[in-house]
Every structure is written in C-alpha cells, then in structure tokens.
C-alpha cells in the first residue's frame, strides 16, 4: 500500500479517499439526484483495500464494529465494505501522517 500510495500521510481524508476510489461521487444533474457512487482512482490500491478490509472486518474489532452496524442499518454488504474500507484507509492515513501506531481506544465504531 505504501508502495502503491506514497501520498498517504501527506493528504486529508477527503483526498486520500478520492485518490484512492473509496469516495462517494454525486451523479447529479439539475434537479435530479443520482446515486453516489465510487469511482476512479487507483486500482491496484481499492484491490489491496478490499482483501486488507476483508479480514479487518472480520478479526478487527473496531472495523467489524463499524461494518455490523451499518448491516444493521440497512446497507448492503457491498456498501457497508466500502465504508469500511474508507475508514480503514482513513485511519491508515491520520497513523502515517502523526506516526503514532494503532490504538484501538482512539478508533470508535
């Protein structure tokens, strides 16, 4: 991921996101409001995120805790992984940027 994304640390969430392919895009025109949808960015990198937010949302308890709350609010798993893989590379990001590593009493659901 470092390899692939060298900007991680340097960007905010929104770009990073954006950069990545994991932001939600408007499709809207005039009046009329689309879905939000993700597209672009890098593939190599949503690839490694996906596998990576795959097992985050099984074994890391603040990802599964995000993930099982928003299937419980209605999300398709699809979209619930896409959030969570916007969370974990969030979260990547802010860790490179200070350099602290992972402390799971900081990361809430």
């Known amino acids: 991921l470092i390899a692939q994304?060298?900007?991680l640390g340097r960007l905010?969430?929104?770009e990073i996101a954006a950069l990545a392919g994991v932001a939600p895009v408007?499709?809207?025109s005039g009046n009329r409001k689309g879905r939000r949808r993700v597209q672009?960015?890098?593939?190599e990198i949503r690839r490694v995120l996906y596998m990576a937010t795959l097992t985050a949302a099984r074994?890391?308890?603040v990802?599964?805790?995000f993930y099982e709350r928003l299937r419980a609010?209605?999300?398709?798993?699809?979209?619930a992984l896409v959030a969570c893989m916007r969370k974990l590379l969030t979260t990547l990001n802010a860790m490179v940027r200070t350099g602290k590593p992972w402390d799971p009493s900081l990361?809430?659901?």
């Open 59 to 61: 074994y890391n308890p």
């Open 107 to 109: 990361h809430r659901a």
């Open 73 to 79: 609010a209605g999300k398709l798993p699809k979209v």
């Open 5 to 7: 994304l060298p900007e």
């Open 12 to 14: 905010n969430r929104r």
């Open 40 to 43: 672009g960015g890098r593939f």
């Open 63 to 65: 990802i599964r805790a």
């Open 26 to 28: 408007a499709n809207d």
